[in-house]
T-cell receptor, first 115, second 119 residues
Framework: DADVTQTPRNRITKTGKRIMLECSQTKGHDRMYWYRQDPGLGLRLIYYSFDVKDINKGEISDGYSVSRQAQAKFSLSLESAIPNQTALYFC??????????????FGSGTRLTVV | AQKVTQAQTEISVVEKEDVTLDCVYETRDTTYYLFWYKQPPSGELVFLIRRNSFDEQNEISGRYSWNFQKSTSSFNFTITASQVVDSAVYFCALSEAASGSGGYQKVTFGIGTKLQVIP
């Protein structure tokens, strides 16, 4: 099983619909993140969480919300999807106290298309 | 403010050629980390390397090598004898040092360099 699992892998939804992207991890990390990737813009941070009681906005949180249901689960919701939210979404975890893996571990991504 | 610049948006090389991907960064921190990630056509992001700001030693891993120079704020990535499987988008990233369990490990990504290796 992958360390960080995202579901669904691909999703097409209509404008105005509510959609949830899910992320679960088996690494035991406290820190989890949601990023979106757009061509020519790299990865931009949407939300991050340090534990189940700690949720923080990133650079581009407008139009998104998150829920940290457990240490291992971090969901991203689009309350009313719009076409410019079409992007590749990544969930990631990190543990800066682990010397051998200071980098993020990313999920495989969710490709979301809003029509 | 942190900034990562990958000036090369797309590079094409013929298989077996060497190729260097450039990364220039800006930060006010004295302690920071630099990363490279690979994103193959399948879309996942694969961690390649982490470098901390106190370690300017170059690193080699098989056909991959990294040249970190604080004097020019650069962290360049070279692939020797490129192969078709190296075709991917490569991201350089910069992270502040996390200030303990209460600190936020801000990571700034470059826009990526798309490498195409032609057989």
């Amino acid at each position: 099983d992958a360390d960080v699992t995202q579901t669904p892998r691909n999703r097409i939804t209509k404008t105005g619909k509510r959609i949830m992207l899910e992320c679960s991890q088996t690494k035991g990390h406290d820190r989890m993140y949601w990023y979106r990737q757009d061509p020519g813009l790299g990865l931009r941070l949407i939300y991050y969480s340090f534990d189940v009681k700690d949720i923080n906005k990133g650079e581009i949180s407008d139009g998104y919300s998150v829920s940290r249901q457990a240490q291992a689960k971090f969901s991203l919701s689009l309350e009313s999807a719009i076409p410019n939210q079409t992007a590749l979404y990544f969930c990631a975890t990190s543990d800066p106290d682990t010397p051998d893996n200071y980098g993020y571990t990313f999920g495989s991504g969710t490709r979301l298309t809003v029509v | 403010a942190q900034k990562v610049t990958q000036a090369q948006t797309e590079i094409s090389v013929v298989e077996k050629e060497d190729v260097t991907l450039d990364c220039v960064y800006e930060t006010r921190d004295t302690t920071y980390y630099l990363f490279w990630y690979k994103q193959p056509p399948s879309g996942e992001l694969v961690f390649l390397i982490r470098r901390n700001s106190f370690d300017e030693q170059n690193e080699i891993s098989g056909r991959y090598s990294w040249n970190f120079q604080k004097s020019t704020s650069s962290f360049n990535f070279t692939i020797t004898a490129s192969q078709v499987v190296d075709s991917a988008v490569y991201f350089c990233a910069l992270s502040e040092a996390a200030s303990g369990s209460g600190g936020y490990q801000k990571v700034t990504f470059g826009i990526g360099t798309k490498l195409q290796v032609i057989p």
